[in-house]
């Protein structure tokens, strides 16, 4: 049987309605869209300092640590769908470990 087992199989896991676009590792650095009120901007870590317009600005790990940044995933792309944004510009996480299972469901949201 090739079907699909669990959800974290299907081609799109977990898509917000938000339009998503990944990053390179630094961050978002789209310096238009950065100056963009209707773009989401989501971290792996919490950016010190924080941009001019923190209210756009969404992070999945306060430290950088990748278990938590992968706990928060889901719960923090619900949240930016709720506040309405045109699009997501979301930053990986480090490539390795369970920073590759972050950026295997942020590519399954982006597509």
Not at 14 to 23: E, G, K, N, V
Request: no cysteine; hydrophobic share 40%; charged share 25%.
């Amino acid at each position: 049987d090739t079907g699909i087992q669990a959800p974290g199989q299907a081609i799109r896991h977990y898509s917000p309605r938000t339009p998503l676009s990944l990053t390179g590792p630094a961050g978002p650095d789209d310096s238009a869209a950065i100056n963009t009120p209707d773009t989401a901007l989501l971290y792996f870590r919490k950016p010190d300092p924080l941009p001019a317009d923190a209210s756009r600005v969404f992070w999945l790990s306060d430290n950088g640590s990748p278990r938590e940044a992968a706990a928060n995933l889901f719960a923090v792309l619900h949240r930016i769908d709720r506040r309405g944004f045109a699009r997501i510009l979301a930053q990986p996480a480090p490539d390795e470990g369970v920073g590759r299972a972050i950026n295997d469901r942020l590519r399954r949201a982006a597509r």
